[in-house]
Structures are given as C-alpha cells and as structure tokens.
C-alpha cells in the first residue's frame, strides 16, 4: 500500500520527461501516445515539490575507518566529498578520474597493479549527481598489502594536486571518455536515455551535444585547481576493509 501510494503521488506526468530517437513523425508519435497513455493524468493531485538542494557539504578533518566484513581480500577506498554535475569544475573533476583511475593507462593502474602488483579490481569515480556527489578511489588487495596500497594511492592523489598534468595525458583522457560516451550512444534506446536523463538533471537534452565540448575546453591548469580543491586528503574519509577472519578492526579514528 505504501509504493502504490508513493506511486500515485510521484508517477505523474509532470513529473516526467519522454525521449524518443527513431524513424518516427511527430503527428504518429502523438497518436501513439494518445492511444497509450491518455488515461495517464494527475487527477487532480499537485506534483510534489523538488528536494531541497543543499549544495556542497563540507567536511572538516580526516577520518580513517576500518570495518570486517565476510570477503576473501580487502578493500581500500579513499572518497571526499565532489560538486554536483551541473559545478563548473565538474567537467575537470571528470578528466582527473579518468586519468587516475578511468582505465589500464590511468595512473592507479600503472603504478598500484603494473608496478608493484598490488591489485586487480582499481578506480577512481566521480558520478554524475544533482546533488553533492564524491570522488572515490579504491583497489581490491590482499589484506597484508593494504597499508602499502594507502601509502601509494596517497601518493597519485597528492602528485594530483601537486603538478600539472601534460598535454598528452590530458589529451588521452579526453579520448579515453569520449570514446566511452560515443560508444554508448550506438543505440536509439541510449541516445532517448541520455536526452531524457540530461534534462532530469537539470542540464537540458541540449547538454547531450555540449557534454563533449565541455570536457574540451578543459586545461591541464583547471585540472590542477579542482584536484587541489576538492581531492584534498585531509577532508577524505579513508575505508579499510578487512576479511572476517583477520585481527579484530580498528576502532573508528579521527584525525
């Protein structure tokens, strides 16, 4: 009774976006809706209100967290708090995920797995929110080696912040995510997902033919500046996650 109600308070065609791609005219596509979804009404029932935005949060100090859980290797996760997707930097905040941890070039690859062979399971992601999202990196290692994985993925996140990134790479990683968005776009069903999803996210569908353009005009120096803004490790929450069956965890510490 709960979802029916949810359902029929929030299901309602103000409430929703449609997106068709196809060989279709418009005076067809209208019958067919016609046909389909004219009994489709509010029936009276005012659309509910947006969610209040809240913008960035903000957090103050380094929390480190270790947990057990019933897994056969552990976990390491370094994530701080990121800006939603409609944020100036988000464009740049996207290139730095790819170039630390989008791929087999990125620089948590090379340097935790090819280098040292630390792991198999790596990345850093910055999902696409409405609201405050996060930049998360991790790695899936043997327990004994999570301390070494930290020290090492501290070190790409500071070298991050610390430098520029060269031309090349950042060039690399433009192609690396547009190669993704385009593949991803083969499909009519895609192309509908992602005009509909844009202009649910407050963009616009329009965003759908900007989003490359966006991620072009990004430069090595805008890069650096949201790295240093919003990866700073001494506001990220650090997860240890340790198998069942190692020494018992370490309480919650805050630093």
């Known amino acids: ?6 359902h029929r308070r929030v299901c309602i065609p103000r409430n929703a976006v449609l997106a068709v791609v196809g060989p279709i005219r418009r005076e067809a596509l209208q019958a067919l809706l016609d046909s389909t979804l004219s009994a489709w009404t509010t029936n009276g029932r005012a659309a509910p209100s947006r969610p209040q935005e809240f913008g960035v949060a903000v957090r103050v100090g380094q929390e480190i967290v270790h947990l057990q859980k019933k897994f ?5 996760m370094i994530a701080t708090l990121a800006p939603p997707v409609g944020s100036p930097d988000a ?3 996207k290139l730095a995920s790819a170039m630390l941890g989008g791929g087999m ?5 090379m340097t935790l797995r090819e280098r040292y062979g630390l792991g198999y399971e790596l990345a850093a992601v910055y999902p696409s929110k409405m609201e405050t999202s996060k930049f998360v990196s991790y790695i899936g290692v043997d327990p004994s080696q999570l301390d070494a994985a930290y020290r090492l993925m501290m070190q790409e996140i500071e070298l991050l912040r610390r ?3 060269s031309r090349d790479e950042l060039v690399a990683a433009k192609t690396y995510i547009r190669g993704g968005y385009l593949l991803d776009h083969q499909t009519a069903e895609r192309q509908s997902w992602y005009l509909a999803w844009w202009q649910l996210m407050g963009r616009g569908h329009e965003f759908d033919s900007r ?3 966006e991620l072009q005009r990004v430069t090595p120096e805008d890069v650096l500046r949201v790295a240093r803004e919003h990866l ?5 929450i650090v997860l240890f996650v340790h198998p069942q069956e190692s020494p018992a965890a370490t309480p919650v510490e805050k630093r």
Do not use: I, K, N
């Not at 009774?1 to 949810?6: C, G, H, S, T, V």
């Not at 070039?105 to 690859?109: I, K, M, P």
């Open 232 to 236: 700073d490790p001494s506001r990220a």
């Open 163 to 165: 430098e520029p990134v």
């Open 72 to 76: 056969q290797q552990g976990y390491l």
């Open 91 to 93: 464009p740049a905040l």
């Open 211 to 213: 989003y490359m353009d």
């Open 105 to 109: 070039s990125s620089r948590l690859f």
């Open 1 to 6: 009774e709960d979802l029916a109600a949810y």
